[in-house]
């Protein structure tokens, strides 16, 4: 069986809509990795080496997303005109949240690969996406805590904000 959720989320890479909120994710929301840059310093006659954070963050994210047409020649055409209009490297890649303010950025995104197919009147995409550093974030993306004083949620900077 697969596991089906309607899309709460908006993602744009540059001008092009790939995810709008009437689309559907297979197998949960898109997963986002982190890649950073590090340096190993192995001493001579030394217990240890050491490591040096050299910065250089990247992410990946990917998702797969279905959408049901009207009939099995518009999901074809869907699939068609989607892989003949997917935007070139080097663009910010925009994750907004239905329902909430602000909006998350993966700055200049590439996709890597797209994979298509339809079944009926039915499309599927699976989209692979790197990019450099995440700035914003709207408040449904970040972490929900529990504190000594309550319910909050973890901002992108480490502090704590409470819901009242």
Not at 44 to 52: I, L, P, Q, S, Y
Not at 98 to 103: A, V
Not at 132 to 138: Q, V
Request: aromatic share 6%; glycine share 12%; charged share 20%.
């Amino acid at each position: 069986m697969i596991e089906v959720r309607e899309s709460p989320l908006k993602i744009t890479l540059g001008a092009t809509v790939l995810v709008d909120y009437d689309a559907w994710f297979e197998g949960g929301l898109p997963k986002i990795d982190q890649t950073g840059e590090v340096q190993e310093v192995k001493y001579v006659r030394a217990a240890g080496g050491k490591t040096f954070d050299r910065g250089n963050r990247m992410h990946s994210i990917s998702w797969t997303v279905m959408r049901l047409h009207e009939s099995p020649q518009a999901a074809e055409a869907f699939r068609l005109h989607t892989l003949a209009s997917l935007p070139t490297g080097g663009v910010d890649l925009i994750i907004e949240v239905m329902g909430h303010e602000g909006e998350m950025v993966i700055a200049s995104a590439t996709i890597t690969d797209v994979q298509t197919g339809t079944y009926e009147q039915c499309s599927r995409i699976t989209y692979a996406l790197k990019g450099g550093a995440i700035t914003g974030a709207p408040l449904a993306l970040m972490g929900r805590v529990l504190t000594e004083e309550g319910d909050g949620l973890l901002t992108e900077d480490g502090s704590t904000l409470m819901i009242e």
